[in-house]
C-alpha cells in the first residue's frame, strides 16, 4: 500500500505544481543554472509537454503496482529510486519555499509552487522507503518474492 500512497502522493503533487505554476519556477532557475554551468543537461520545458511527460511517469508507476502486489524482486531498486527522488523533490519545495528562492535571480514571493504537496509527497516516499526496509528484514532469501509482496513490498 505504501507504493500506491506513493503514487497517489505523486499524482496529488503533479496537479498542485501545475495549477501553481511550477515551470515559471523551473525554467527561469533552468536558465540561470545553464548560465553558470552550461555542461548541465537540464531541459526546458513547455506546459503541455512537461504536463504530459508526468502524467505519463505516474501512470507508469501505477501500472508497476501489478508486479509490487505479486512481490517481484526486481521492483526493489525501482521502488527505493522513486522513493528516494521524491524524497529529494519534497525538500527540494520545502527548501525553495523556506529560503524563498531557487536560485539567487530566482525568487519566489510565498510558497514555491508544489509545496502544499510536498509534506504528503515525503510522508508517502518515507513511508515507502521504511516497507522495503521492514520487509527485506523480514525476509530472508530463502523465502520467495510472494513473501515479500504479502509483507509490503
Known amino acids: 500500500m505504501a ?4 503514487c497517489l502522493a505523486l499524482s496529488l503533487h503533479v496537479a498542485d505544481e501545475a495549477l501553481s505554476g ?3 519556477v523551473y525554467n527561469p532557475t533552468v536558465l540561470a543554472l545553464r548560465h553558470e554551468m552550461p555542461w548541465l543537461p537540464l531541459p ?4 503541455e ?19 509490487v502486489f505479486r512481490g517481484a524482486r526486481w521492483i ?8 528516494l527522488i521524491m ?5 527540494g519545495h520545502a527548501l525553495a519555499t ?21 509534506p504528503l509527497l515525503l510522508a508517502a516516499a518515507i513511508w515507502l522507503l521504511v516497507e522495503l526496509r521492514r520487509s527485506a528484514a523480514s525476509t530472508s532469501p530463502a523465502q520467495s518474492g510472494r513473501q515479500a509482496g504479502r509483507l509490503g513490498l
Open 49 to 67: 509537454a512537461w504536463l504530459a511527460g508526468l502524467i505519463l511517469a505516474s501512470l507508469l508507476m501505477f501500472s508497476l503496482s501489478v508486479f
Open 98 to 118: 523556506v529560503f524563498g528562492r531557487t536560485v539567487r535571480s530566482v525568487r519566489i514571493p510565498g510558497a514555491a509552487p508544489g509545496f502544499y504537496s510536498s
Open 3 to 6: 507504493w500506491v500512497a506513493l
Open 44 to 47: 526546458i520545458f513547455r506546459f
Open 76 to 83: 526493489r531498486p525501482i521502488a527505493y529510486a522513486f522513493a
Open 22 to 24: 511550477f515551470l515559471a
Open 87 to 91: 524524497v529529494l523533490n519534497g525538500l
